[in-house]
Every structure is written in structure tokens, then in C-alpha cells.
């Protein structure tokens, strides 16, 4: 040990941080280390997301446009050869159910789901879903399925 490696034992000494705002003799009295006047030296300030300093924030300055219509249902769609690339993994056999779309990932729990006339199916599948496109339950009914909506 020498004088230039002494340090009091760990643990020992805590920094207790700036005391602000507790008069002129401290050093850190009147504006409390917050510079003058603004927003930044008030209490209960806070920042607020967007904020430009009073400048027209770019949120309010780009123009807006188009239309959101609140009443829309929007499905996932499911083609055909999804169906047949299925049966071909030996993933369904003969019924295809909406918790067996969710189990292989063609769909989440809270989907809605569309069977889409894409592709060739070969096989006989009884279809249990929200919605068909006209194309593929004529696709399922001539492969000798059915195709039934939720």
C-alpha cells in the first residue's frame, strides 16, 4: 500500500448527490443548476412527444389523406395449394378446421380466415372456415369436399 493507491473501504462512502435550491451560500441556490426562466426550469415539467419548441410540429405539418373505414372485416387469406401442401406433409387427412389452420400457423386465434381459390387441390377435405371465395369452394366441391362457413 502507498499514497497513491489509498481509497477508503467499499461501502463506506456514499455520494449523496447535489443539494439544489437550499439558499445562496450553498453555491446551487436561486435557479437550482435549471439556467433561467423556460419550460425546463418549472416544476412539473415534462416533455411532450412531438415537441418542437413551439414550431409547428412535422405531425401537423405534413398534409393527411386518405380513409380509414372503421366497419372493415378484414380475413386472412388461405389459398388451395397451402391446403394440398398440408395433406402432402401429412399434416390433415380429411378435415380442415379453423384450429387446425391456427395449429400450422396459417392463421391467429383472433383471424378471420378466407379460403382463396389459388392453386390445385386433389384432395377430398371437408372445410369448416369463416369465408370461400367462389373459386375455391367450387375448387373443394369437385375434388368431392365439402365446404362449410363458421
Known amino acids: 500500500m502507498t499514497l497513491n493507491n489509498l481509497k477508503p473501504a467499499s461501502g463506506s462512502v456514499k455520494n449523496q448527490g447535489k443539494r439544489v435550491g437550499r439558499g445562496q451560500g450553498s453555491g446551487k441556490g436561486g435557479t437550482a443548476t435549471r439556467g433561467h426562466k423556460g419550460a425546463k426550469s418549472r416544476s412539473g415539467y415534462s416533455r411532450k412527444v412531438g415537441f418542437e419548441g413551439g414550431q409547428m410540429p412535422l405531425q401537423r405539418r405534413v398534409p393527411k389523406f386518405g380513409f380509414n373505414n372503421i366497419n372493415r ?51 377430398k377435405l371437408n372445410v369448416t372456415v369463416h369465408k370461400f371465395t367462389a373459386t375455391a369452394k367450387a375448387a373443394i366441391e369437385n375434388a368431392g369436399g365439402t365446404a362449410e362457413t363458421l
Open 73 to 123: 372485416v378484414e380475413y386472412v387469406g388461405v389459398n388451395l395449394h397451402k391446403l394440398q401442401e398440408l395433406v402432402d406433409n401429412n399434416k390433415i387427412t380429411d378435415t380442415v378446421t379453423f384450429d387446425i389452420l391456427v395449429e400450422n400457423r396459417l392463421a391467429r386465434k383472433n383471424d378471420l380466415v378466407k379460403i382463396l381459390g389459388y392453386g390445385e387441390l386433389k384432395a
